[in-house]
């Protein structure tokens, strides 16, 4: 990814993308202290345009202030930072990653003293799951690893070192022949995907895990919406892995996966093993905000121009 044309920001200013380098003592890759987002901007008939850009600012500065960090920069300032990640390297649709990390300045893990840097890149990058996926559903296996436990890292923080946990599910999943991996919480509850929030649906209500040991999906949070305002129920709660076993329906949510269907969990086969019609009918109208091709929400929609 290193290899390319375009601009990267870091820290206020513009850096060719071949140059957009850090010290090896930086903190940061050592620990894994930092906090990071994730955005999509994609084509509307006004130009490029960044999904619920502020939603995703205002939890960036979350996970840092969970994690003391001072993000020396104010939230316009980043988000007009990320606009332009768009603009200035010609991207029509987009994925964006704004990412704080500490600098070479000491390795104490005590992180005292240490510099607040600040970036922001943009590339384009196709469905996240498989494009061919968005329809057929994806394989899910039950990780073997348990999701983060809330009082060993902050789980309502974006923050990279929460990611270790993410990528031995996922890789061990791949490994086994699934798309992605489902992982349960210290008890044995469903928690979310490695880097997705998880619904299923039962008898037309849909149910999600409630937070205790899930990211605070925006995505998910955009679901609720679009799922309440056309007249279907979302409850929180616990759900065990057999209850997934057992849906009509399941899918996942996230920037990167949008609304991803789940046809198999470990080996068994989720309704009628595809994408279900309600999972279908939300992933098209998510679809139709995101692009700006329905009139409410344009709140939602940031022009990148
Ligand atoms: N859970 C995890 C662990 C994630 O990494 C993500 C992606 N940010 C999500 C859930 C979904 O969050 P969002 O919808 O805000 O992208």
Request: net charge negative; aromatic share 10%.
């Amino acid at each position: 990814m290193d290899d390319r044309d375009g601009v990267i920001w870091l820290d206020g200013e513009w850096l060719p993308w071949r140059d957009a380098k850090v010290h090896l003592l930086t903190h940061t890759l050592h620990y894994g202290c930092g906090v990071f987002e994730g955005l999509r901007a994609y084509k509307t008939d006004h130009g490029a345009a960044i999904f619920r850009l502020r939603d995703h600012t205002d939890r960036l500065f979350r996970s840092a202030h969970i994690m003391c960090m001072k993000i020396p920069f104010d939230k316009d300032i980043l988000d007009r930072a990320q606009c332009e990640a768009v603009s200035r390297n010609n991207l029509s649709s987009a994925y964006i990653r704004p990412m704080c990390f500490y600098g070479s300045e000491g390795m104490g893990l005590h992180a005292k003293g240490l510099k607040v840097h600040v970036m922001v890149a943009a590339w384009e990058w196709g469905s996240y799951l498989g494009a061919e996926n968005m329809a057929r559903g994806i394989k899910v296996r039950t990780s073997s690893y348990t999701r983060n436990y809330v009082n060993s890292v902050m789980c309502k923080a974006k923050a990279n070192g929460n990611y270790l946990n993410s990528i031995l599910a996922v890789q061990e999943a791949v490994e086994a022949g699934c798309d992605e991996a489902l992982l349960l919480d210290h008890e044995g509850y469903v928690a979310e995907g490695s880097g997705e929030n998880v619904f299923i649906v039962r008898r037309g209500k849909l149910y999600t895990p409630d937070l205790t040991s899930a990211l605070e999906g925006i995505t998910r949070e955009t679901v609720f919406t679009i799922a309440r305002e056309n007249g279907l129920e979302v409850v929180e709660k616990r759900i065990t892995r057999d209850e997934v076993y057992v849906a009509d329906e399941a899918f996942f949510t996230g920037t990167a996966a949008e609304v991803t269907p789940i046809r198999e969990v470990d080996g068994r086969t989720i309704g009628e093993g595809g994408r279900g019609p309600i999972t279908e009918k939300l992933q098209s109208l998510y679809f139709d905000y995101v692009h700006g091709r329905r009139n409410d929400h344009q709140d939602w929609l940031s022009r990148v121009g």
